[in-house]
């Protein structure tokens, strides 16, 4: 990773902390549901999606202030997620990023309520942001709502569960991830050209790299989970093998995967060029999601 | 009841139905999700929530359908929150209005991920409501996010949970009755007198109205719980105390809760004079809700 980068992801991951705390701490009232809701945001986490979102603003000429509510909002879905996607009901998780998961710290019920509420607050903080008009906060409402429900990452979700112990052919796998994380981080780039109002041609554009960043993420993290080390990663490696999922390198060999990584790669940097905007940052970051060690 | 509210309640009933069922299908996909979220939105129920929103927006003079999506959302709400509420690690319902909870009929992890997808789902039909501005988008979502959320209707459940074999002062049980089921009551009201364009000081009486019908809603529950028929309540009797739960019949006795029931009833019914809407309506769900037997 460049410094330049290295030292964007730390300004922009501080700030974001500072702000998500900020955010829980003035909708919600002291108590064992705020306690919920704070500790596993600050549980930590890389920040990828909001950091995508505000170096896709930053790169249209947008000011970062613009940018904070969904950012925040993003990462609470992204958080709340996490939170119901560990419960025992689900993955079963008892640690996440080195700490005990939110059932584990708390409870069952405690966690599933901070989840719900986590998700609530997603909306609440963007719809009441002074930096954004009613058009703004409706048109991010929309895409985010329809990118993290039914249809988006929770039907993901369902569909990844209902592929356990199951072989399934790359093209399910592949429709699976574009739910499940891809249309998150895609929103993160969406929400990005919009709030730096870019045209429809290039809205379009950073479009297609998001798809592709949202498949390069996953790629890489199925790689790390053969490859990887655990204590950088902060779970255990081979649990996809474990829970028998389908992976890409299962479907592919590690080098076929790597490859199919490498062509994604390709197709976002071409995006990234058509659409014109200062490249230096989200160019990196996409070298960096697909070269990621955890 | 009279004739004239039956009617009212049946019809509405319908087309709430009807629509809830719309929304579902439009915007998810047929598999096990959908098949989820649809068997609670379609387990029934009295569908209050939704009709007191219509009941205040046609009393105001609103079209019945610049209330639908907000409705509906509203409804979605309320369903997530059983869903969830029904869980083991919450309640652990094993039956809801007579049919299997949904853990019980599909599994805890598909229950989970229907009951986020309802929620969600709200959010996205009313910033997509063609009948709605960006305006009323934007305040329908602040109002129902705020009821909802951490200070709202999932931090009530969650005290309600920490109050449990506790005894706890009349006040305290007060304050979680107001934001477990009062926010949301009240919230129908709002939206209502909103949609229906109330002056301020209409709109201040008609919030009046909706604290007032938050408490008599929880003190019949309350009632119904000791002297109430399973059969025709859907649930087993007496759970409260099974539960060891603060009541109103237990802080007050029987009659005591009765009495402050009637008097928030007066309160409600002077409220509505007051707004100087057309009552009729109104009036009798005030009745109907402070004597229902389910």
Sequence with gaps: ????????????????????????RDYTAPGRLQDAMLYSIEAGGKRLRPILLIATAEAFGAKVDKTMAVACGLE???TYSLIHDDLPAMDNDDFRRGLPTSHRRFDEATAILAGDALLTLSSEIIVNDQELNDRERVFLIQELS???????????????????????????????HKKKTGK????SIIAGAFLGNASNEKFDEMKKMGEALGLIFQIQDDILDVTGDAEKIGKPVGSDEGNRKSTYPQLLGLEGAQEQMESYVETAQAALKNAGVNQTILSELIHYLSSRDH
Tied chains: 1, 2.
């Excluded at 998150?184 to 929103?187: I, Q, V």
Aim: proline share 2%; glycine share 4%; hydrophobic share 40%.
């Design 1 to 24: 990773m460049t410094v330049i980068l290295s030292d964007y992801l730390l300004e922009k991951r501080q700030l974001i902390n500072e702000q998500l705390k900020h955010y829980v």
């Design 76 to 78: 609470m879905i992204h």
């Design 184 to 187: 998150l981080l895609n929103f």
């Design 146 to 176: 329809r990118a993290s429900g039914a249809s988006g990452m929770v039907e993901g979700q369902m569909q990844d569960m209902l592929s356990e112990d199951k072989q399934i052919p790359l093209e399910e796998l592949e429709n699976i």
